[in-house]
Every structure is written in C-alpha cells, then in structure tokens.
C-alpha cells in the first residue's frame, strides 16, 4: 500500500545537520510516510549517514551537485504518495507537522497547498521575522512577487498539483522555490496554519543565498517566464509588470556600481521589451548564463 505523504529532503554536504532534520521526520506524530533523501554529489559523510538509516528512508544519490531544483526534483520522481512535503537539511520539524496539515488536506479537500508558521533561528539565536515576511493565507500572488513568501520546509502540496504546474526549474541556481511559487498562487491559494511547526535555520556560511550577488536576477526571470507565458490573468499580468519593472531598476543600479554598464542597459531596458513581445528575451546571456 502506497503512503499518503512523500518527505522530500534534499541535501548537500551537510551530514551534521542531516542527521537531526530525519530525526525529526522519524519522530512525527503522523507514520502513514515515506521519506526520500537526496544527496546532491555530498563529499562529507553524507553517504555513510544515508546507508546507516536505509531501513527507515529511502536515499538517492546524485553523483555530481546539481543544485536544489534537481534534487527535490528526483525526489518527486520517486515519490509514491498524493501528498508532497519538502524539508531543508538545515532544518527540522516539531513532532505533529505532519498531522496537523494532513488534518487541514481531510478537512479542507478543496486546498492544493498549505503551510504552517516557522521558527526562525539566525547564528544560534532565535529571532522574529519582519512585518514584510508575515505569510499570508489565500491568495498570495502579489505579495509573493516582492519576496518568497512560502518556506519549502513549512509547505504540504498535491503532487498533482506538482504535476500541472511543473516541478522546480533547474536552469535556477537559487530562487528555485520563488519561481514555483509564483506559478502555484498565480493558480491556487495556499493556505496559512497558524501553528510554529518548523524550525527553520539560516546565517550559515553554504546557504545560497549567500554564494550569489544579485539575486533578484534569478527572481527577474521568473517573473519574465511568467509575463511571457500568456497564462495571467489581467489582474496579475499588470501586477507582475510592475513589479519586474521595481526589480529591473534595483538590479540596474547595482551593475552600474559594478562597473557593468552593459547589463545595466539590458535590466533597465527589459520591462519595455516584455511588454512588446517576448521572442527570445529568455535566451539573453543575462537570464540564461548562471
């Protein structure tokens, strides 16, 4: 008999955190899962952790780093359940975060995706999110244009759901999740939980978001696939265009400071030429060379 939820945690080269975030799948109130760890090309220990728990998990190898996208993506491939929850290895789950949003799906047949409030911990201190992170419940289209606004370590979604959509984009190197997130809510609500379920870690050295400047440029074309997708509604359409036009300026000045003129030109130009057409915009070395 298949189970009703696939736990999906990527991972790569963070065997002492590993351990903790499958412990906490291990221990969740709610058995009826399977887990499914992919190790993205680790060169720590990762594989001797993995083969010492192959009772309890499923784990899947990669055999050179292929970012987060392809990892979560063998993940789903392998899954055998209706329902989808990822988790970050850098982060773990208190113990009925899985009950409590199976509970939501059985009480609410009609929702596609939710998510449960996170704990946040910065450098081994817990801190409080800003007012502009506060996760909203619904429709969240527009405000999740500005910023992420769904935690891949806080969200349960129907793998068919996944399967209309699309799954992550692995041309991304970061904002992976940002971009499917913008095409679920440009789609579907997704619902808030209001219970701190997930505690979610950051200010470590090997996050992504740390290897990167201008990330707002793997944001930008998300956006333009979305814009040049034909497939938001009026309301969206306009909202998307302005904020690509926000995100396009910010971007432009920072290449500007950097001495790169060239792709200043192109951001600051971009908006224009979405909103002409999008033949081949995607194909420019800014939005494809990453």
């Given at each position: 008999?298949s189970p009703?939820?696939?736990?999906?945690?990527?991972?790569?080269?963070r065997?002492?955190m590993?351990e903790?975030?499958?412990?906490s799948v291990l221990?969740?109130t709610?058995?009826d899962?399977?887990?499914?760890v992919?190790d993205?090309?680790s060169t720590?220990?990762t594989h001797?952790l993995?083969?010492?728990?192959?009772?309890?998990?499923?784990?899947l190898?990669?055999?050179?780093?292929?970012g987060p996208?392809a990892a979560r993506?063998?993940?789903i491939?392998?899954?055998?359940a209706?329902?989808?929850?990822f988790?970050d290895s850098?982060?773990y789950?208190?113990?009925?975060?899985l009950e409590?949003?199976?509970?939501?799906f059985?009480?609410?047949p009609e929702?596609?995706?939710?998510q449960?409030?996170e704990i946040?911990?910065r450098?081994?201190?817990r801190?409080?999110?800003?007012?502009?992170h506060?996760k909203?419940?619904g429709h969240?289209?527009?405000?999740s244009?500005?910023?992420?606004?769904?935690s891949?370590?806080a969200?349960m979604?129907k793998?068919?759901?996944?399967?209309?959509?699309?799954?992550f984009?692995?041309?991304l190197p970061?904002?992976?999740?940002?971009?499917l997130?913008?095409?679920l809510t440009?789609?579907?609500?997704?619902?808030?939980?209001?219970e701190?379920l997930v505690?979610?870690?950051?200010?470590?050295?090997?996050?992504l978001?740390?290897?990167?400047?201008g990330?707002?440029r793997f944001?930008?074309r998300?956006i333009?696939?979305?814009?040049?997708?034909?497939?938001?509604?009026?309301?969206?359409q306009?909202a998307a265009?302005e904020?690509l036009?926000?995100k396009c300026?910010i971007?432009a000045?920072?290449?500007?400071?950097?001495g790169?003129?060239?792709?200043?030109r192109f951001?600051e130009?971009?908006p224009?030429k979405v909103?002409?057409?999008c033949p081949?915009?995607?194909?420019?070395?800014y939005l494809?060379?990453?």
């Amino acid at each position: 008999m298949s189970p009703h939820v696939s736990v999906i945690i990527p991972t790569f080269n963070r065997a002492h955190m590993l351990e903790r975030a499958i412990q906490s799948v291990l221990d969740q109130t709610y058995k009826d899962i399977e887990v499914i760890v992919v190790d993205d090309g680790s060169t720590d220990w990762t594989h001797e952790l993995l083969e010492s728990q192959r009772g309890e998990i499923v784990a899947l190898f990669h055999e050179k780093n292929r970012g987060p996208a392809a990892a979560r993506n063998t993940g789903i491939a392998a899954s055998k359940a209706p329902l989808i929850a990822f988790l970050d290895s850098d982060d773990y789950w208190l113990p009925r975060k899985l009950e409590v949003q199976v509970r939501f799906f059985t009480e609410h047949p009609e929702a596609v995706a939710c998510q449960t409030e996170e704990i946040w911990v910065r450098r081994g201190k817990r801190v409080n999110p800003r007012k502009i992170h506060k996760k909203p419940s619904g429709h969240m289209f527009v405000p999740s244009l500005r910023l992420c606004l769904i935690s891949p370590s806080a969200v349960m979604i129907k793998k068919e759901i996944l399967d209309q959509i699309g799954w992550f984009d692995e041309t991304l190197p970061a904002c992976e999740d940002y971009d499917l997130w913008l095409r679920l809510t440009s789609k579907w609500p997704v619902y808030l939980i209001p219970e701190h379920l997930v505690v979610k870690y950051g200010g470590h050295l090997d996050q992504l978001s740390t290897r990167f400047w201008g990330m707002d440029r793997f944001r930008i074309r998300s956006i333009v696939k979305l814009l040049c997708s034909g497939k938001l509604s009026n309301e969206y359409q306009k909202a998307a265009l302005e904020e690509l036009r926000r995100k396009c300026r910010i971007y432009a000045s920072g290449c500007l400071k950097r001495g790169k003129q060239e792709e200043a030109r192109f951001f600051e130009d971009l908006p224009l030429k979405v909103e002409k057409g999008c033949p081949q915009i995607l194909d420019s070395p800014y939005l494809k060379d990453f």
